[in-house]
């Protein structure tokens, strides 16, 4: 693949996270983001952690099948990884993270990648996802929402969410992260993030998930959901959920 002259979101939080596909100009920009915030490895790291643990929980229920948007790079505990004997259909609308994404799955037979807008599954390449998500509409699955809800505006959220729920079978799940009101304190990574990047509180999470209701375990920052000893000590950069689609 020709390296990129553009940085990557997908590949900066790839170098944050310690993997091994990312380019200098990720670096920079990487380096650059660190500079104006500051601790963006372990508070990236605590959000992977998150989707294993959501991820794992999901599958223990029963799901088999996973589809995932906004997927970025699909390894460091990525969902394959995070469970293993399920299958999983990676999706993104950058075509050059979808070609990297192709190129570190293709000796896989139960995970894949392909192009995917989150605000419209009819998108998303039929056959792929009757291979990879073969219960799709039909049985529970799970949908994997990271990294996206910062960047739609409430009504896009809300119906992009009503939507998912209305194709997803009963018994599906959910789950999702929410960037807080964190970088308000820092101006410069703020203007770094771009005018579509929003920043909510944490009474408006619940309101935007619609039908979809979320496990005892409520909205909480990523490393308060059902951690694995004490959780670590990030700023409260996200808060995440898994949440499920009703059998009504």
Not at 71 to 99: F, K, Q, S
Not at 185 to 198: C, S
Not at 225 to 232: L, Y
């Amino acid at each position: 693949m020709v390296e990129p002259d553009q940085p990557s979101t997908a590949r900066m939080i790839d170098f944050w996270l310690g993997g091994e596909h990312h380019y200098p100009v990720d670096v920079a920009a990487s380096r650059a983001f660190e500079q104006a915030y500051g601790p963006c490895a372990p508070v990236f790291r605590a959000l992977r952690a998150f989707l294993g643990r959501a991820v794992r929980a999901i599958a223990a229920s029963g799901v088999d099948g996973f589809l995932v948007f906004g997927a970025g790079v699909p390894t460091m505990g990525n969902v394959h990884e995070a469970a293993p004997d399920a299958t999983v259909l990676y999706t993104d609308v950058d075509p050059v993270t979808i070609r990297l994404g192709q190129q570190i799955l293709a000796g896989s037979d139960r995970a894949g990648y392909g192009f995917g807008d989150a605000t419209d599954v009819g998108t998303i390449d039929p056959a792929s996802l009757h291979r990879f998500v073969p219960g799709w509409g039909r049985r529970p699955v799970g949908v994997v929402f990271l990294g996206l809800a910062a960047f739609l505006d409430d009504e896009t959220l809300a119906r992009t969410l009503d939507e998912l729920y209305t194709a997803a079978a009963p018994g599906s799940h959910l789950a999702i992260d929410f960037d807080t009101e964190e970088l308000a304190g820092h101006p410069e990574a703020l203007a770094m993030m771009g005018t579509a990047f929003r920043m909510r509180a944490p009474a408006a999470f619940r309101p935007l998930l619609g039908r979809w209701t979320p496990t005892e375990d409520g909205i909480v920052p990523v490393t308060d959901w059902r951690p694995q000893g004490p959780p670590e000590a990030v700023p409260d950069a996200f808060h995440g959920a898994v949440a499920v689609r009703s059998a009504g």
